[in-house]
């Protein structure tokens, strides 16, 4: 069923329950107020009469027919009957010649015993008084005028009911058919969005309503895509570079040295470079392998608990296995005593990899090759800085640097393939940390590794 459908009988629904409970509310409280009312005229009727009856001395027979007769109540096929003690009928009077009425002695004595009787014979209302004296008085009427004035409430509310509803699943059908226009739109928008038209963006409208949100909500989705397919175009660009080279080189080389019969030394110095390639696309595979994995989630590597300052310990000598001329100098900084705010959940060696690499980097890039690795806490996040005394890192150059294979032009080393930083930035976002840099021209720079204790 369609959504607006589904809006309009809900809508519909509601209006019927309101309209229901309003319309019966009025039309209980007017039949309610019309049977007190004319219960209340039909009692004072008959205690007047029960006083004309306790003065027989003043008032005869005829005299109280004559008043009866007179007195309408606005009420019609009225009638008067009294009844002594021994329940004899002692007068009686009516509106229509003839009419009498029939009833169980048990009415006598109720009147007797509760003062007022209240019930009904056929369309007439019926009152049963008695005031301690020794007549019981029964009147009763027809109240035509409060009956039809209920008929054209009831038929009033009928038709207002009725209209009313009708105008609701009206209202509500153009309701939610206007309701949802604007997302039909942005559906038929995105439809119209595909991998080569990513450029493309939804528009979101002046007004700021739920409509807008979700078109600028989508309008960043679609962002965030495009810069995926970006950066995958570019790695997968740049990966194809990186790994034909080599296999160029060693195809070019072993097809030379078949080309004619060399001696031992010269095939030596061809598998000497053929094995130097081999390492260098072996390293770049490896690289290529890790950064796979963390380009993931969370969810695919195995979480723990572990010390951040254990794996500190561990960078010097992983830095000296890579080069013997880089150096690496350990600080920290007014570590508290309570063990527990040094650790972190996340995977051992991912951040030590994402640390490494950092860390070669700024040795790489500094004119000592050495780098300062400092420890520190606040509140409940861990700090991890590397500073170095290199060029410095240009200000638009600083976002660029986490991207796969980018090097800074002028500055590429004979070493590396340009992914160290990027794995270290999605091994530390993994880990639901940051990386910040700051950096001074000719001065160095310094990279602040952010990450959240196990206790936060």
Partial sequence: MPVRF?????????????????????????????????????????????????????????MIERIDSSITLSIKEKFVQVYDSTNAKIYQFSDLPGDTLTFEKEVLDNARLHGNV?????????????????????????????????????????????????IAILGGYIFSTRLLLPIRKIADEVNEISAQSLTRRIHAGPREDEWNYLAVTLNQLLNRLQESFDIQKRFIANASHELSTPL??????????????????????????????????????????????????????????????????????????????????????????????????????????????????????????????????????????????????????????????????????STGFGLGLSLASRIIKLHKGTIQIESNKGVGSVFIIMLPNASK
Avoid: W
């Fill in 248 to 413: 160029a080189s060693i195809s070019s080389q072993l097809e030379v040295s078949l080309q004619r019969d060399r001696d031992a030394a010269m095939y030596r110095q061809v598998m000497q470079s053929v094995y130097e390639d081999v390492s260098s696309l072996t390293r770049l595979t490896h690289t290529l392998l890790e950064f796979a994995k963390a380009s993931g989630n969370a969810s695919g590597i195995e979480i723990d608990l572990v010390r951040i300052d254990e794996i500190l310990l561990q960078i010097p000598r992983e830095i000296q296995k890579m080069s013997l001329g880089y150096n690496v100098v350990l600080q920290f900084n007014e570590l508290p005593p309570e063990e527990e705010k040094l650790v972190c959940f996340g995977n051992e060696a991912l951040l030590l990899t994402a640390i490494r690499n950092i860390v070669v980097n700024s040795c790489k890039y500094s004119l000592d090759h050495l780098a300062r690795l400092t420890l520190s806490l606040k509140d409940n996040e861990i700090f991890v800085s590397i500073s170095d005394e290199g060029l410095g890192i240009p200000l638009e150059e600083r976002e660029r640097i986490f991207q796969p294979f980018y090097r800074i032009e002028g500055r590429q080393p």
């Fill in 118 to 166: 209240y019930f009904r014979q056929g369309k007439r209302e019926i009152v049963a008084h008695y005031e301690g004296s020794r007549f019981v008085i029964i009147v009763g009427a027809l109240d035509q005028e409060g009956i039809n004035m209920l008929h054209q409430l009831f038929l009033i509310l009928a038709f207002s009911f009725v209209g009313a509803l009708l």
């Fill in 6 to 62: 589904r809006i309009t009988i809900l809508f519909a629904v509601i209006v019927f329950t309101l309209l229901s409970i309003v319309c019966g509310s009025v039309y209980y409280f007017s039949y309610t107020s019309r049977f007190r009312s004319f219960k209340n005229r039909l009692v004072s009727k008959a205690i007047t009469s029960a006083k004309l009856f306790n003065q027989s001395g003043t008032f005869d027979r005829d």
